[in-house]
């Protein structure tokens, strides 16, 4: 069985660095076809993907968090990681780690176990 | 960037309808589409893979059908428990987008 569980400051300030850790079991980073996704929701409002990191270590982003994101994991210990650096008001969302599955067969992407979410505010 | 476009925003429905939801991207993104549900309060889930599989678990009440474009999702014989916010997501361009979301609510 997947899960997955994310972990993150709470509440920081403008201009700082949010750090977030997504704690997994059930499967491992270095096994072919797994990643983890970032998604972000802000309250109310509909899912943006951010980044993916596979077992190969590439990663993808999305360009419109420009240069600020960047993901990485520790294999050894289950984890991966999600930095944000420079973040405002608009960065205030639930952000979730999702197991991501590359089925090479067919070429099809899914994310099929989902954290519970981890709420982030930016507030002065 | 791919816009996925869904529609309607919103739906009433009743317990025993048909429903049925849309995804237009703004490009060809072949069968690269996955739906996924969130109901309130809770993470996303899985529906449909590939445009039309779906996932492990999932009641046959539920399909997904579409190429290219268009996309569609279908809940047959609608249950109290398939309320919630439904997805689409392209996976076929960086950067993965999602649509606005379908919200089911009853009538």
């Known amino acids: 069985q997947v899960t997955l569980k994310e972990s993150g400051p709470g509440i920081l300030q403008p201009s700082h660095t949010l750090s977030l850790t997504c704690s997994f079991s059930?499967?491992?980073?270095?096994?072919?076809?797994?990643?983890v996704s970032w998604i972000r929701q802000p309250s109310g409002k509909g899912l943006e993907w951010l980044a993916s990191i596979w077992w190969n270590g590439n990663t993808y982003n999305n360009p419109s968090l420009k240069s600020r994101l960047t993901v990485s994991k520790d294999t050894s210990n289950n984890q991966a990681f999600l930095k944000v650096t420079s973040v405002d008001t608009a960065d205030t969302a639930t952000y979730y780690c999702a197991h991501t599955t590359f089925y090479y067969y067919d070429g099809t992407y899914v994310m099929d176990a989902w954290g519970q979410g981890a709420s982030v505010t930016v507030s002065s | 960037n791919t816009v996925m476009t869904q529609s309607p925003t919103s739906m009433f429905i009743s317990v025993g309808d048909r429903v049925t939801m849309n995804c237009k991207a703004s490009q060809n993104v072949g069968t690269n589409v996955d739906w996924y549900q969130q109901k309130t309060g809770q993470s996303p889930k899985l529906l449909i893979y590939?445009?039309?599989n779906r996932y492990t678990g999932v009641p046959d009440r539920f399909t997904g059908s579409g190429s290219g474009t268009d996309f569609t999702l279908t809940i047959s014989n609608m249950q109290a428990e398939d309320l919630a916010v439904y997805y689409c997501?392209?996976?076929?361009?960086?950067?993965?987008?999602f649509g606005g979301g379908t919200k089911l609510e009853l009538k």
């Open positions: 059930g499967f491992s980073l270095s096994t072919y076809g797994m990643g």
């Open positions: 590939g445009a039309s």
């Open positions: 997501l392209q996976y076929n361009y960086n950067p993965w987008t």
